[in-house]
């Protein structure tokens, strides 16, 4: 935008990307108590965070999660958040089969979600762009679920594609295919080295976009600015 419509001069423009608090999301032991108080028993977690709107795709998630749990009976899907798509996804839910097996928390606390992060077996947010072009501005949860050293699943669209580095920090997915999106959560609880690798990346590119890095790159623009 400031180089096509603004007529900035390339060279003149400095991108800095959201960093992530590495010091706050970190990773750490499965939470009883967070399980306790959604009833989520010994199940391996799929957990999504987000405002419930419909360009975070839940409601993509929901209708693939038949088949997930099919191939996976041990493994429950955790929506984290509220929004004004909460009763629909509710009955999305409800209509499913596997009802038992999907929770929608709605809101939680910081404590809450941290322990929601370290808890599950993967995150997923398969956003996508919608028809009047809402869409996922940069994804600040994948990197906060990568920093408690979980691999992700994405949606090609928006700037997911710069938060999640597809094959390293988790998989990118079409956010409007229900089987994209059923079929790279059912690698993840498949292929435990797949996921160990992604876990592993996912870890290290956290904690290299935390935001003492960024502060150290703002300051450094802002002295390269000051010199120049």
Known sequence: ALVEQMGVRPERVCLIENGVDTRRF????????????????QQRLVVAVGRLVPRKGFDKTIAAWPAIHA??????L?????????????????ASGVADSITLTGSVSDAEL???????????????TMPDGDTEGFGLVFQEANACGRAVVGGRA????EAVRDGETGL???GTSVEEI???????????????????????????????????????????????
């Open 71 to 76: 191939a996976h009976p041990d493994a429950q």
């Open 114 to 128: 941290l322990a929601a992060y370290r808890s599950a077996s993967l995150f997923v947010m398969p956003n996508r």
């Open 182 to 228: 059923s079929g790279a959560i059912d690698r993840l609880l498949t292929d435990d080295a797949l996921r160990r690798r992604l876990e592993s990346g996912a870890l290290a590119h956290a904690q290299a976009n935390s935001w003492i890095r960024r502060a150290a790159e703002f300051q450094a623009l802002c002295q390269r600015l000051v010199a120049g």
């Open 158 to 161: 928006g700037g997911a594609v």
């Open 78 to 94: 955790v929506i984290v958040g509220d929004g004004p798509q909460r009763a629909e996804l509710q009955a999305l839910a409800d």
């Open 172 to 174: 990118l997915v079409d």
């Open 26 to 41: 970190s990773p750490g032991p499965d939470d009883t108590a967070f399980r306790a108080k959604f009833g989520l028993g």
